[in-house]
């Protein structure tokens, strides 16, 4: 490599001198920067392709297996709760882009430079959970409504469908979406609070999927709580069983688990050394 | 204008630092110079304000790292060659990096051009080899056009091409009128490249000084003589108010007199002199005798190895 002729100027004559505007450095720059640090990296285009593809191959295989059955079969046969199915898996994925969000700061030591260029660190986690939760609503809803029609055209080939004008069926495909970035800030704010990227997946992954799974498995009364229960049972259901929590109060104990993740990694982003 | 005000760190029971007080002033580059493991890092991260510490402060330009209205215009570091991720290509690293203090997207290019790295700024930072790393975080250092620089071994894992292009950049850079802290624990390199001194061991401030001075007052005034007749010549030394020694080899190394009174001493007692060598220390010898009481990770050299492990013959 040659030698460079420096043309590092004074501060002064030097391309960055102050702007009229801002006068300080604070939430919109941080939205701007955290926007392209998401965009600029393949694992955000690889986990959107694989939560589509994903999410469109589980509806199909859900509503595919719900055809040609005995008409007792489809007692309480809820066909918009059926053609969510492939949402379960943008839970997880999306939850996985919330976890990495942050902890692949730390994995990386990019974390050093994010806090050197803004101190304010309340702006940084800030700026991702704007970024995150809008982000992920817009893919969640674009997806809730999507698989809403794959799943609904496979019914049609024999078995009850639904159709949005239904009572709750609006409702039930609209909050799903929604539903999909609190799995995605509960994600950053475990990802804030465990920093390491394979043990923040992990409690991520215990919190949500083995939860429901494990609990179920000792008692339904217990694991309607469970953030998975809560969205297949509650926020994506048309026809609720007796168990399963009303959508208003799980959709408040899920942004509460929310806020308790987010919280506890403000507080130790503050408090911790980067 | 860097200032560091009884600055304290602690890790369980570990001082890292400890009531560490120094001036970095602008205009000349300051080296930091210290032992692996002696703190320089750690300090260099509590004036970032990316460590707390645990009593004292840090300012630069007379605020709180916290309180910069835009850190990264007055503010720029190279804390190690690993502070990007390794999916971004450079240009994106250096992009949102500028967006975070409105700096403009064209002094991307400029900051890619200065260090050289323009034709790679497309590919994956992860590909970057640790001297093109290097670059990058100097890149980011430059990036806000800042008044104040610190540098964590810039020179690691460059060739030395890179490296005579990091002691003129630092130097053009201090010559701008910029305050430039580089922390090395080399001390042959900051020789080169530095006119102000702060050595560090153990965390505490061990000198705080120009090159020159380090060197002049602490440069050993030691000869070393071969004679056919040692004996002879050390009982002469002796009563001209030498310190002389026999070394291994037979050869005296006297200090308390220069070559030229040795000579002198020589031809009066009419002494055979088969060389007369004055000794300087290195800077290099310098720096290990005030630090070689707070090194933290040493070595044990072979000999001391053999003689602690040699079991009584007999």
């Known amino acids: 490599m040659t030698t460079l002729p420096l043309t590092t100027g004074r501060l002064t004559s030097g391309g960055a001198a102050a702007r009229p505007g801002a006068w300080r450095a ?15 990296l393949r694992s955000t285009r690889w986990t959107l392709l694989i939560t589509v593809v994903g999410a469109l191959l589980v509806t199909f295989l859900s509503t595919h297996g719900a055809l040609h059955h005995s008409r007792g079969w489809y007692r309480g046969f809820d066909p918009t709760n059926q053609s969510l199915a492939g949402l379960a898996i943008g839970s997880l994925t999306l939850g996985v882009l919330g976890v990495l969000a942050m902890s692949g700061e730390y994995g990386t030591g990019t974390i050093r430079s994010s806090l050197a260029a803004m101190p304010r660190r309340g702006a940084l986690l800030t700026a991702k959970v704007v970024l995150v939760g809008l982000g992920t609503l817009v893919i969640g809803e674009a997806l809730g409504f999507i698989l809403f029609f794959e799943g609904q055209a496979v019914l049609a ?33 475990i990802g804030t609070v465990i920093r390491h990227t ?50 208003t109060i799980g959709i408040v104990l899920m942004l509460a688990y929310c806020a308790i993740a987010l919280g506890l990694g403000a507080v130790l982003l503050n408090r911790r050394d980067a | 204008m860097i200032v560091t005000r009884g600055l304290t760190k602690r890790y369980g029971k570990t001082v890292a630092v400890d009531d ?4 970095v002033s602008p205009g000349v580059v300051t080296g930091f110079l210290g032992p692996n493991g002696s703190g320089k890092s750690t300090t260099m991260r ?74 790679v700024a497309e590919r994956r930072a992860g590909k970057f080899s640790l001297g093109m790393g290097q670059r990058l975080g100097i890149a980011s ?60 061991g153990r965390g505490t401030l061990i000198a705080e000084t120009s090159v020159d001075d380090f060197t002049s007052r602490h440069q050993s005034d030691a000869v070393r003589i071969v004679t056919p007749t040692p004996q002879r010549f050390v009982a002469a030394l002796s009563r001209a108010g030498a ?72």
């Open chain 2, 243 to 314: 310190r002389p020694s026999v070394g291994d080899d037979g050869a005296i190394v006297a200090s308390g007199l220069s070559s030229v009174d040795i000579g002198e001493l020589a031809a009066q007692h009419a002494l055979t002199v088969h060389e007369l060598t004055p000794l300087r220390a290195s800077l290099e010898d310098v720096f290990m005798e005030l630090t070689s009481t707070s090194v933290v990770y040493r070595a044990h050299t072979a000999d001391e190895a053999a003689a602690s492990d040699a079991l009584p013959v007999r």
């Open chain 2, 46 to 119: 509590m004036v970032l304000g990316l460590d707390v510490p645990d009593a004292g402060s840090a300012y630069v330009n007379g605020s709180a790292y916290a309180d910069l209205s835009w850190p990264l215009r007055e503010v720029g570091a190279l804390l190690d060659a690993k502070a990007f991720h390794p999916g971004r290509s450079a240009r994106n690293h250096l992009r949102w990096l500028a967006q975070t203090n409105d700096i403009p997207p064209a002094r991307v290019d400029t900051v890619l051009d200065i260090v050289g790295l323009t034709a």
């Open chain 1, 26 to 40: 604070g939430l919109r720059q941080s939205l701007r920067a955290e926007w392209t640090k998401l965009v600029s």
């Open chain 2, 141 to 200: 250092a430059l990036l806000g056009d800042p008044g104040v620089l610190l540098f964590d071994e810039p020179v690691n894992g460059l060739d030395p091409e890179g490296i005579r292009w990091v002691r003129h950049l630092l130097r053009d850079l201090a010559s701008e009128g910029r305050t430039v802290l580089v922390s090395s624990h080399l001390i042959n390199e900051m020789a080169l490249t530095a006119e102000r001194l702060v050595v560090i």
């Open chain 1, 198 to 247: 394979a043990g923040a997946i992990a409690v991520f992954a215990g919190c949500t999927l083995l939860a429901s799974i494990l609990l179920s498995s000792i008692s339904e009364s217990i694991a309607r709580f469970a953030p998975e229960f809560i969205f297949a049972n509650s926020v994506a259901a048309v026809v609720h069983s007796g168990d399963s929590l009303s959508v």
């Open chain 1, 157 to 189: 080939g024999g078995a009850p469908t639904a159709s949005l004008g239904q009572p709750g069926v609006l409702r039930a495909v609209a909050l799903s979406g929604a539903f999909l970035a609190l799995f995605a800030l509960l994600g950053l704010g």
């Open chain 2, 20 to 23: 560490l007080s120094f001036t």
